[in-house]
């Protein structure tokens, strides 16, 4: 049986440990990754720096597998619990090798507003449709370090400005998180405009919260991915979620979808080539 997950990239994964029960822990998560072949996942949390972790199971990896090419990287979320937009715990995480730096997410004001919760006491990252002044410095840690950014869980016209304003800043590295989520809320038609307009990926994934289950993603994703073209896109699970299937499952289910539809060329470039050119490694 063809191994379809060889050489594939990851970069949105929940793993143990975290506040909430997760599928696979980072070591798991790790072994899950080499006997499949996979070139390199992130570890995502919506609580706490990453990057520590990814050095640690990058110990392990090397010792227990020396002669196997896979490298866990970690990033940031400017979530409420490491102070919102807080440049300081930006540069720390990219001292320690963070790769990515997410905007809000689950305690971002339009995640807040989405939810029922009281939109005041979330992270705000745009007022009267500009950028907030704060993100300026992140900005400028993300180009210094060559860093991505990704937009988390801020809504689709809080995107645009954000993205705008991170461009002039001359971050060349920005990825729109899972734009299908109902949470971000962006159209199809939105979607090409942010592509059209900053030339910036978008990161389709598995599936999404809904009232109190999950949806799958994948034939949105595939329409978006036709009408847009899947050169713009990062395929990722978004996974470790318990009630979903393990994250190998997903990714192998969406992976087999994908390739129903687009070239094998097509395909690599969403599973491989964006994301090692986002990470900055190699095949």
């Not at 990239?9 to 899950?32: F, G, Q, S, T």
């Not at 949390?45 to 199971?57: F, G, I, M, Q």
């Not at 940031?76 to 090798?97: F, H, M, Y």
Request: aromatic letters at 8%; proline letters at 5%.
């Amino acid at each position: 049986m063809e191994n379809v997950m060889q050489g594939i990239i990851d970069m949105h994964i929940h793993a143990a440990p975290d506040v909430r029960a997760r599928k696979l822990d980072d070591l798991e998560l790790m072994e899950a990754s080499v006997q499949r072949g996979v070139r390199a996942i992130v570890l995502k949390s919506h609580n706490v720096p990453t990057a520590d972790r990814a050095y640690l199971v990058n110990r392990v990896a090397a010792e227990k597998y020396p002669d196997v090419k896979f490298t866990a990287f970690g990033g940031l979320c400017l979530n409420r619990p490491v102070g919102g937009l807080n440049p300081d715990a930006v540069e720390t995480s990219l001292k320690l090798g963070a790769k990515v730096i997410w905007l809000p997410t689950n305690t971002a004001e339009n995640h807040y507003r989405k939810n029922g919760k009281e939109p005041s006491k979330g992270v705000v990252v745009t007022r009267d449709g500009k950028a907030v002044d704060e993100l300026q410095d992140i900005f400028a840690l993300v180009k210094q370090y060559n860093a991505v950014l990704a937009t988390g869980h801020i809504g689709a016209e809080e995107c645009f400005p954000v993205v705008e304003a991170a461009r002039v800043a001359g971050v060349e590295k920005i990825v729109i998180t899972h734009p299908e989520f109902w949470v971000v809320g962006m159209t199809p038609e939105q979607q090409a405009d942010i592509v059209r307009k900053y030339d910036v990926l978008l990161e389709s994934v598995y599936a999404q919260p809904v009232n109190g289950s999950y949806k799958i993603n994948i034939p949105d994703n595939i329409a978006a991915m036709k009408a847009i073209g899947p050169e713009h896109f990062v395929i990722s699970t978004d996974s470790g979620q318990t009630v979903n299937p393990y994250w190998y499952e997903s990714y192998t289910t969406y992976f087999k979808a994908v390739s129903e539809v687009f070239t094998s060329e097509q395909v690599r470039k969403m599973t491989h080539d964006n994301p090692a050119w986002l990470l900055d490694i190699d095949q």
